[in-house]
C-alpha cells in the first residue's frame, strides 16, 4: 500500500479557514471572494443587516449549502475536498462526515427532535455517530442538561418545553457531540424577551470556559461585547470591518456600522 | 333468511378475503415504501422509476391488473402453474395499493420540516440514521391516517378476486345466488339476504379496519404529538 | 360486437396480428368504459351534492340516517354493491338493464365520495359567509343558491377531477354483471380464441394511454387553480 500524505496539516493557530468562498442562489450572489480564518477558541460574533448572508456563511461550514468555489478547512482538513495524489478533487460523502464530526450547529429555530424528551435528543448522536453506549450516551446528556439548568427536564418532550428551555436543550444536544467549532445562529431572536437571558447565560458560561471556537450570529450586543473575542460586520457577502468588541461597537470606522449599530441598539 | 350452510359458505369466502387483503396489504406496504423513499431520491433516474411506477400501478386500475395477472403475467412468463388465482390477487391488488401508498410515504416525509434534516446533518448522522431516527417517526405519525384509509379500499378491492374465480366472500355470495335457482325470480328473500349479509360482513371489515388505525394512530403519535417543536 | 375467429392456441406466446386485429373491438370496448364513466360522474356530482345537503341538515331524522348511509355505501365493495342493483332490485319489482345498472352504481358509490367533498367546500364558505348573508336579511333559499353554492362547488372541482379518473378505473367492473365494457369485450374474444394473453395486454395498455393522461391532467389542473384558494 502507499503511504499517504497524512491528511492533518498541523495548524495550530487557525481551526476554521474559509478561503475565497463564492456562493450564489440563482442570480443573488451571496458571499463574495470571502476569506475568514478564525482561531481555536476563539469567539467570534457576526453582525450586519438581514440577507448580508450570515446564516449562509454558518451554513457553509455546516455543509449545510456548499459554495460555488473556494475551500473550507477545519481544523486543518479540507471540508469539502480531500487530497488525491497531491491534487484537491471534491469530496465525498464518507470524508465530509469525517471532518464535520468537529463541527456543530445551534439553530434559530431548535429544530429539535418532537418524538423524543430532552435526554434522548442528546443521547441520538453520540450513539449513533460516535458510537457511544446508551449509558454513556445518558450520562453525558444528562451532564450537559444539568449544565444548562435542565437536569428536572430529562424526560420532557419539546412540546412540553417553553422556547428557552427548548434553546438550552439544543445547545446541550450540540455539546453532546463535544464539537471543536459551534456555530450559532440568532439562537435568542425567536425566543420571548424575558427568555432570552437564560440562553444568554449558557452562551457566556460556555464562552468563558475558553476551549470551544464559537461562531454566534447575533445582535445581543451586550453578549457581543462581554464574550467576543472579535466581531465581524458583515455587509453584501463579505466583512466590511472587524475588530475588538469594543472597536467595533464603540468606534466603527464605516458609516455603515455605525447606522447598522444605531439601527439596532434603539430597536 | 340464510341457512346454516349458506352462513357458513360466506364465512369461509371472508376467510379467503381476509387473507388476500392481508398479503396484499403487506406486499403493498413493501412497494409504498420503497418507491415512497426512491420518490425523493436525489438520483433523477431512481425518482423517475418511482414516478413511473406510481403512475402505472395507479393508472392502470386494480381491475385490470387483476385480470392481467391472472391471464397474461403467468402464460406470458411460462408459469401458469405458479401463479394461481390467490397469487395473482395479492400481486395485482399489492402493486396497486403500492402506487397510492407510494404517494403516502412520500407526502408524509415531505410533511416533516426541513429543519429537522438540518439538525441531523449538524449532528452528524448518516443519511440511513436520519431516515430511521429522525424523519420517519414523525412521517408515519402524517401517514398513518391516510394509509388507513388506503387499507379500507385495499380491502374492498379484495372483492374483484371473484371475477377471477377465487372463492372469496363476494364469490360465495355469486356461488349462492347461482345454487338458490338463478336467484332472481325464484326466491327473491334469498338473493336479497345473501347479498344483504356479505355487504354487512365486508361494512364490519372496514369499521375493523377503521378503528385499528385510529388505534395506531393514537399509539405512534405518543405523548409528543399535537405540542410543536 | 363482431366476433374474432382465430385459431390461436397454435401461435406463440405474443401474436402481434391477433392482437392488431382485436384492437379496434377493445377501443370500442374502452368507449363503452369511458361513456359510463361520464354518464357515472354525472349522477356521482348531483346525488353528492344532495347527499351533502341532506346531511347538513338540521334535522336528525335526516341527517344521521345519511350519514350512515354515506358510511354503509364507502365501507362496502362497488363489486357487491353492483351484484345487489342488479340482481336484487328485481326481485322487488325494479329491473334495470345491465349497463344502467353500472351507470347507476358507478353513480351512487361515487356520490358518497363527492358528498364528503361538497361538505367540506359548503363548510369552508358558511364559516365566512352565512353571517354576512344573515347581515344583509337574505332569505335562506336565495343565500344558499346565489352565495354558499356558487362558491363551494368551484373548490370541489379539483377532487371532481379525481373522482372521475378514480371512477374510470373501476368502470370495468361492469363486466361482473355483464355490462359493456373494455373488460367484457376482451373476456368474450378470451372466450372465443382461448388466448388471453393478447386482449389482455392490448386492454392494459390502452387503459393506461388513457387514464395516465388524465391523472396527469387532473393534477395539473390541481396545481394550476388549488393556490387560488385562500
Ligand atoms: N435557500 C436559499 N435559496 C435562495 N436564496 C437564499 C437561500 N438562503 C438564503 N438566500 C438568500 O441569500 C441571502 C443571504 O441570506 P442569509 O440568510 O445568509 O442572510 P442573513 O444575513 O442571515 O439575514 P438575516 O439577518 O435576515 O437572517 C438573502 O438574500 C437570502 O434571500
Ligand atoms: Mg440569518
Redesign the interface.
Known amino acids: 500500500m502507499a503511504t499517504r500524505e497524512p491528511e492533518i496539516t498541523p495548524a495550530a493557530d487557525v481551526m476554521v479557514r474559509m478561503n475565497q468562498i463564492n456562493l450564489s442562489f440563482g442570480e443573488n450572489h451571496v458571499l463574495r471572494d470571502l476569506d475568514l480564518n478564525v482561531a481555536p477558541g476563539e469567539k467570534v460574533v457576526i453582525i450586519g443587516p438581514s440577507g448580508s448572508g450570515k446564516t449562509t456563511i454558518l451554513r457553509v461550514i455546516?455543509?449545510?449549502n456548499r459554495p460555488n468555489s473556494g475551500t473550507v478547512e477545519i481544523d486543518g482538513r479540507h471540508l469539502y475536498h480531500e487530497k488525491n495524489n497531491g491534487q484537491l478533487v471534491d469530496a465525498g460523502?464518507k470524508h465530509i462526515?469525517a471532518v464535520?464530526?468537529d463541527?456543530?450547529?445551534?439553530?434559530q429555530?431548535?429544530?429539535?427532535?418532537?418524538?423524543?424528551t430532552s435526554i434522548e435528543n442528546t443521547m441520538?448522536?453520540p450513539i449513533?455517530?460516535l458510537g457511544l453506549s446508551k449509558e454513556e450516551a445518558r450520562e453525558r446528556g444528562a451532564n450537559l442538561l444539568e449544565m444548562v439548568g435542565l437536569g428536572d427536564k430529562y424526560n420532557q418532550?419539546?412540546?412540553?418545553l417553553s422556547g428557552g428551555q427548548?434553546q438550552r436543550v439544543?445547545i446541550a444536544?450540540?455539546l453532546a457531540?463535544r464539537p471543536k467549532v459551534m456555530l450559532f445562529d440568532e439562537v435568542t431572536s425567536a425566543l420571548d424577551p424575558e427568555l432570552v437571558g437564560e440562553v444568554l447565560a449558557v452562551l457566556t458560561d460556555l464562552a468563558k470556559e475558553g476551549t470551544m471556537t464559537m461562531m454566534l450570529v447575533t445582535h445581543e450586543m451586550g453578549f457581543a461585547s462581554e464574550a467576543a473575542d472579535r466581531v465581524l460586520m458583515f455587509d453584501a457577502g463579505n466583512v466590511l470591518e472587524e475588530g475588538t468588541p469594543e472597536k467595533i461597537l464603540r468606534d466603527p470606522e464605516h458609516k455603515r456600522t455605525q447606522r447598522f449599530l444605531k439601527a439596532v441598539l434603539s430597536h | 333468511m340464510l341457512s346454516g350452510n349458506q352462513l357458513q359458505a360466506l364465512l369461509e369466502g371472508t376467510w379467503i378475503t381476509v387473507q388476500v387483503f392481508v398479503f396484499a396489504a403487506i406486499l403493498g406496504t413493501v412497494l409504498s415504501l420503497i418507491f415512497g423513499v426512491m420518490g425523493l431520491s436525489e438520483s433523477r433516474l431512481l425518482r423517475a422509476i418511482s414516478r413511473t411506477y406510481v403512475?402505472?400501478a395507479?393508472?392502470?386500475?386494480?381491475?385490470?391488473?387483476l385480470?392481467?395477472a391472472a391471464?397474461?403475467l403467468p402464460?406470458?412468463l411460462?408459469i401458469p402453474q405458479v401463479i394461481g388465482p390467490l397469487l395473482a390477487g395479492i400481486i395485482a391488488l399489492g402493486i396497486n395499493m403500492g402506487g397510492y401508498g407510494a404517494e403516502v410515504v412520500r407526502g408524509g416525509i415531505l410533511s416533516v420540516?426541513r429543519?429537522?434534516t438540518?439538525?441531523s446533518?449538524?449532528?452528524?448522522?448518516?443519511?440511513g440514521?436520519r431516515l430511521r431516527?429522525?424523519i420517519l417517526?414523525?412521517a408515519v405519525?402524517l401517514m398513518v391516517p391516510p394509509y388507513g384509509n388506503l387499507n379500507?379500499e385495499v380491502m374492498?378491492?379484495?372483492?374483484?378476486v371473484?371475477?377471477i374465480a377465487l372463492a372469496d366472500l363476494?364469490f360465495e355470495?355469486?356461488n349462492l345466488?347461482v345454487q338458490a335457482g338463478g336467484?332472481?325470480?325464484e326466491d327473491?328473500?334469498s338473493?336479497?339476504a345473501i347479498?344483504?349479509t356479505?355487504?354487512v360482513i365486508?361494512?364490519i371489515l372496514?369499521?375493523l379496519i377503521?378503528l385499528f388505525y385510529r388505534w395506531v394512530e393514537g399509539r405512534v403519535g405518543?405523548?409528543?404529538?399535537?405540542?410543536?417543536? | 360486437m363482431r366476433v374474432v375467429v382465430a385459431q390461436a392456441s397454435q401461435r406463440g406466446?405474443?401474436d402481434w396480428d391477433f392482437a392488431l386485429e382485436i384492437l379496434p373491438d377493445i377501443v370500442r370496448g374502452l368507449w363503452q368504459t369511458v361513456q359510463a364513466t361520464l354518464l357515472g360522474i354525472t349522477i356521482g356530482m348531483i346525488l353528492g351534492l344532495v347527499l351533502a345537503l341532506l346531511r347538513r341538515s338540521g334535522v336528525r331524522l335526516i341527517s344521521w340516517p345519511t350519514a350512515a348511509v354515506i358510511e354503509?355505501i364507502?365501507?362496502?365493495?362497488?363489486?357487491?354493491?353492483l351484484?345487489?342493483i342488479f340482481?336484487?332490485l328485481?326481485?322487488?319489482g325494479i329491473t334495470i338493464g345491465a349497463f344502467a345498472s353500472l351507470v347507476i352504481g358507478l353513480g351512487i358509490h361515487y356520490a358518497a365520495y363527492t358528498s364528503e367533498s361538497y361538505r367540506a367546500g359548503i363548510e369552508n364558505v358558511v364559516r365566512g359567509q352565512w353571517e354576512a348573508s344573515v347581515a344583509l336579511n337574505l332569505p335562506p333559499a336565495t343565500t344558499w343558491t346565489r352565495i354558499i353554492l356558487p362558491q363551494a362547488i368551484p373548490t370541489v372541482i379539483p377532487a371532481l377531477g379525481n373522482y372521475l379518473v378514480a371512477m374510470?378505473?373501476?368502470a370495468?367492473?361492469g363486466?361482473?354483471i355483464s355490462a359493456g365494457g373494455v373488460?367484457l369485450v376482451?373476456n368474450s374474444i378470451?372466450s372465443q380464441t382461448l388466448r388471453?394473453?393478447e386482449p389482455?395486454?392490448v386492454?392494459?395498455i390502452l387503459?393506461?394511454v388513457v387514464?395516465?393522461p388524465a391523472?396527469?391532467f387532473v393534477r395539473y389542473l390541481e396545481r394550476k387553480y388549488g393556490y387560488e384558494r385562500t
Open positions: 455546516m455543509t449545510l460523502e462526515r464535520r464530526t463541527v456543530s450547529m445551534v439553530f429555530h431548535f429544530n429539535l427532535f418532537p418524538h423524543m441520538l448522536a449513533k455517530v418532550y419539546p412540546g412540553e427548548k439544543a444536544r450540540s457531540m | 403512475e402505472v395507479r393508472g392502470a386500475s386494480a381491475i385490470v391488473l385480470i392481467w391471464f397474461a402464460i406470458l411460462g420540516p429543519g429537522q438540518e439538525a446533518i449538524a449532528l452528524n448522522l448518516n443519511a440514521d431516527h429522525v417517526p414523525q405519525v379500507i374492498k378491492g379484495t372483492s374483484l371473484a371475477l363476494t355470495a355469486q345466488r336467484g332472481v325470480f327473491p328473500p338473493t336479497a347479498f344483504g356479505a355487504l365486508y361494512f372496514s369499521q377503521a405518543g405523548r409528543w404529538h399535537g405540542a410543536r417543536t | 406466446v405474443w354503509f364507502r365501507g362496502t365493495p362497488l363489486l357487491v354493491q351484484f345487489f340482481f336484487v328485481p326481485s322487488f374510470f378505473k373501476d370495468p367492473l363486466a361482473g373488460l376482451a378470451r388471453g394473453v389482455y395486454t386492454m392494459g387503459f393506461l387514464s395516465v391523472a396527469l
